[in-house]
């Protein structure tokens, strides 16, 4: 079985639950949070925001009270956010939690952030609110075409690896590109950059969850359908009710921005909750993507939570 990273020599660890979408990574999540006594932390770049609840599969208030958790509920979809500031973020949370208990658990399936944990995120300069406002308005005008092409020429390496579908990356990697004339990915630390060592004062164990294609779509498929019986249309109805046509990032979620397509009479209903399964799907997709590249994540059924348990305190010192 392939090691995790590098240990360094103290007894703090902090064990990463990831995987796709629906695997289960939120119940083993907080099954190992109570039997090793500790504390989780949120990756998912969307359940920080308070005002997304069903739609992004929060934990619930029971399982919240059961286990103490961080970065959930923490920020308003008006709240300006980044993974930079996720990382200082977290690693605060972290030192206050390795002062009382020797693990923590990070869990999630956005990989940008987990990989700031273990490698570090390069600072990325602020927002340009003149050169970001130039590039929406073009963008307005032009459509994702624009943002595409131009992205292309500015720096093509990121342009192979962001998600093209999603105006509000490509806009931030274009501002960057133009407000400090070096291209995006130049300012990002890259998986490699590691070298498979750990650059944290903690021992970083990751653990993938991972179940057959077919059984993890049916999970989507049926997870979608209960949202919406839970009131997924109902919450994006207020959603809309409260913020107008701003345009919000955090409201470019799969779940959400199919609804407020619906709601603006882009087609029915039974099409838009076909397109937040399919979305859905392709997002699981792109999640294992991302997270087969990096060696370090050992594997597992989310149902073997003992065999997860027993590697877990094999890799560890505690």
Not at 40 to 45: F, K, N, Y
């Amino acid at each position: 079985m392939p090691h995790s990273i590098n240990a360094p020599s103290n007894n703090k660890t902090l064990i990463i639950i990831c995987g796709p979408t629906a695997v289960g990574k939120t119940t083993l999540a907080i099954n190992l949070a109570k039997k090793l006594s500790t504390e989780i932390i949120s990756a998912d770049s969307r359940q920080f925001f308070r005002e997304l609840t069903i739609g992004t599969a929060k934990p619930s208030i029971k399982e919240l009270n059961e286990v103490k958790h961080h970065l959930i509920n923490s920020l308003s979809v008006y709240d300006d956010y980044n993974v930079g500031v996720f990382e200082k973020d977290a690693l605060a949370i972290l030192k206050n939690i390795f002062s009382k208990k020797n693990t923590a658990i990070l869990v999630g399936g956005s990989g940008l952030y987990i990989q700031a944990i273990c490698n570090g995120f390069d600072e990325v300069p602020s927002a340009n609110k003149e050169v970001r406002k130039q590039i929406i308005e073009q963008y307005e005008k032009e459509g994702i075409e624009y943002l595409r092409t131009t992205l292309k020429k500015l720096d093509k390496e990121h342009y192979d690896k962001v998600d093209q579908s999603n105006p509000h990356r490509m806009i931030r990697a274009i501002e960057v590109c133009l407000t400090t004339g070096k291209r995006y990915s130049q300012l990002r630390q890259q998986e490699n950059k590691n070298d498979n060592k750990n650059i944290r004062e903690f021992n970083i164990i990751k653990i993938g969850l991972t179940i057959e294609r077919e059984k993890l779509y049916e999970k989507i498929n049926a997870r979608v359908d209960d949202m919406m019986q839970k009131g997924l249309l109902e919450e994006v109805k207020q959603l809309a009710g409260k913020i107008k046509n701003e345009k919000l990032n955090a409201l470019n979620t799969v779940g959400y921005k199919e609804l407020f397509d619906y709601l603006n009479g882009m087609h029915d209903l039974p099409r838009a909750i076909d397109l937040i399964k399919q979305n859905t799907r392709n997002f699981a997709k792109r999640q294992m993507t991302w997270f087969k590249k990096d060696k370090d994540i050992v594997w597992f059924n989310p149902n073997n939570e003992d065999k997860i348990l027993e590697y877990i305190q094999s890799r560890s010192s505690f």
